[in-house]
T-cell receptor, first 114, second 114 residues
Framework: SQKIEQNSEALNIQEGKTATLTCNYT??????LQWYRQDPGRGPVFLLL?????KEKRKERLKVTFDTTLKQSLFHITASQPADSATYLC?????????????FGKGTKLSVKP | DTAVSQTPKYLVTQMGNDKSIKCEQN?????MYWYKQDSKKFLKIMFS???????INETVPNRFSPKSPDKAHLNLHINSLELGDSAVYFC?????????????FGQGTRLTVV
């Protein structure tokens, strides 16, 4: 079955630095990969989607890469701020017929210190 | 205007009881999901419904029964609650089509079985 691994359970960085989070997957290569943010006591919130034919996607201070050879996605937050502290989840689309659903990694808890 | 709303937010109940969690989405999405997030924060899919039809049932005990009266609602009924059912349950919705599974999550229902 499909496995998704987010290498670090927790990542602590200093404000202003770039945070880099890793997501690795096994078995089949998904056509799409997504990243979500989850704050304590809240549901996950969608951030970015990247397609297999896209090497990189950006949104403001966020950047996602997708390497289908390495079966890996990297999620970067540049110029990090304490407000970026949260758990970040990667998710793969899986299909039953034409319908998709998301399989999530366990998440990486990011703490940005002032 | 809440996109995905689930009630109640907190639910404390005794072992052996039967309880329901309600979910409604006003996004016009075709697909709705139930996810369980355990104490280790792992978000695991339980069920997926598309236009009121069950698409995915991920090895969930028979005590859990989803009900979808229409495509905007997906309720979760749990019979004979056990201590191990304690978790946060998230409802979510998406378009469900390939490449378009960006999911919108509810605020979660924290279920505590005592």
């Amino acid at each position: 079955s499909q496995k998704i691994e987010q290498n670090s359970e927790a990542l602590n960085i200093q404000e202003g630095k770039t945070a880099t989070l890793t997501c690795n997957y096994t078995n089949y290569s998904p056509a799409y990969l997504q990243w979500y943010r989850q704050d304590p006591g809240r549901g996950p919130v969608f951030l970015l989607l990247i397609r297999e034919n896209e090497k990189e996607k950006r949104k403001e201070r966020l950047k996602v890469t997708f390497d289908t050879t390495l079966k890996q996605s990297l999620f970067h937050i540049t110029a990090s701020q304490p407000a970026d502290s949260a758990t970040y989840l990667c998710a793969l689309e899986r299909y039953g017929g034409s319908q998709g659903n998301l399989i999530f990694g366990k998440g990486t808890k990011l703490s940005v210190k002032p | 205007d809440t996109a995905v709303s689930q009630t109640p937010k907190y639910l404390v109940t005794q072992m052996g009881n039967d309880k329901s969690i309600k979910c409604e989405q006003n996004l016009g999405h075709d697909t709705m999901y139930w996810y369980k997030q355990d104490s280790k924060k792992f978000l695991k899919i339980m069920f997926s419904y598309n236009n009121k039809e069950l698409i995915i049932n991920e090895t969930v005990p028979n005590r859990f029964s989803p009900k979808s009266p229409d495509k905007a609602h997906l309720n979760l009924h749990i019979n004979s609650l056990e201590l191990g059912d304690s978790a946060v349950y998230f409802c979510a919705s998406s378009q469900g089509r390939q490449g378009n599974t960006e999911a919108f999550f509810g605020q979660g229902t924290r279920l505590t079985v005592v």
